[in-house]
């Protein structure tokens, strides 16, 4: 029997996401209804400016002041969608002392101050719920937090941020240069005015401490993850990437460590295999890999963002929150038992690409070699790139025609430290002009 009374529902927002959310819960309410078991009611709408329109939203839900409509006292959940810092996390502990649940999207909110959100709701015996935070409309957060959660994970490896994955597929699909491809994103709308935090990845960094600390079941914020972005991924390295049978993508990378004592987690640009499947993932797409121990390799694929994505998945845990509060009951929440410790990026191991400016003079491929080998860093391949190549000598010198070379280096597995040692350690060298690129080799 349906409950008559209906769950009432603040919506803190109503930008790309929030307008979505909005529409559905109007035009899919008996369908809502009848998967929750009670009606559900939009109570009211928390926005900046009320006097701009907002299609198929009634004026009246509008207000301006946040805090007195999650202090309302009748808001069974907080669907907050308006993002940043402040003031999402004043507002969310708020409705949670008013007795309320809360559903959010605030990637940058949970991965600096997640555990302390999920303490006040467990001490107000209410929902934090977040699928929408990290992957759009894809299913991850469930199944890692409650599919899973018998199982041990040990991997976490995918793309998170569409914005990146547009831009690296528009370099490899076309030649063009990273400015063309980022306008090229611009104009279509999957970049920001600003793309900063797309494109030098604090994005996926927060997505991959959220991820991180559900399924390592360890407190992971985004100070913990190692970042770097797109923005000095070049033609050259795309160019090279393939010639090597790759392409480039920004992934983030949550590892646990053999002997399960520690993590890592990590966003960077990164070379990876074409026959992995994470290489055919196009577009603004994302994609995660989950490695578990007994459940194997799980990829989970779809649209990452965007307001009808993204509004599916707030719907979802909406729908989750409002059967619990029928129930009177809540929801798993975070299960950071585990308390492993997260190890900083130099003692993360994969292999590396590097790319050199050399002087064309005999010795320098010897000078090379000793180099990494002082540094116990073990090199798996040697080769020119951009230039016409003369060989190799007997004696291991470099012999090329012209003032100039590009030589490419391609390592074996090491240590993030050591690789690092020897960039300087190569920076050093007369016959090195430069250290054009340095980027990782995964997914092999």
Known sequence: MMRTRPLKVALLGCGVVGSEVARIMTTHADDLAARIGAPVELAGIAVRRPNRVRAGVAPELLTTDATALVKRGDIDVVVEVIGGI???????????????????????????????????????????????????????IRPLRESLAGDRVDRVLGIVNGTTNFILDKMDSTGAGYSEALDEATALGYAEADPTADVEGFDAAAKAAILAGIAFHTRVTIGDVHR???????????????????TVKLLAICERSADGSSVTARVHPAMIPLTHPLAN??????????????????????????????????????????????????GPGESAYARLTVRPMDDVVT?????????????????VATVFAEHQVSIDTVRQQGREQSGVAEDGR?????????LVVVTHRAPDAALAATVEALRKLDTVRGVASIMRVEGE
């Open 86 to 140: 402040e003031p999402a996390r004043s507002l969310i502990t708020t409705a949670f002392e008013h007795g309320a649940s809360v559903v959010s999207a605030n990637k940058a909110l949970l991965a600096a101050d997640g555990t302390a959100l999920h303490g006040a709701a467990v001490e107000a015996g209410v929902d934090l719920y977040y699928e929408a935070a990290v992957a759009g409309a894809i299913p991850l």
């Open 228 to 246: 770097e972005g797109i923005t000095e991924v070049t033609a050259g390295d795309i160019a090279s990437a393939k010639e090597m049978g790759c």
């Open 281 to 330: 993932v196009r577009g603004a797409y994302n994609a995660v890999f989950v490695e578990a121990a007994a459940a194997g390799r799980l990829m989970f694929y779809g649209p990452g963002a965007g307001g009808s994505p993204t509004a599916s998945a707030v719907l979802g845990d909406l729908v989750a929150t409002c059967r619990n509060k029928l129930a009177k009951t809540t």
């Open 351 to 367: 292999r590396y690409h590097i790319s050199l400016d050399v002087a064309d003079k005999p010795g320098v491929l010897a000078q």
């Open 398 to 406: 470099l012999a090329l025609d012209g003032g100039e070379a590009s």
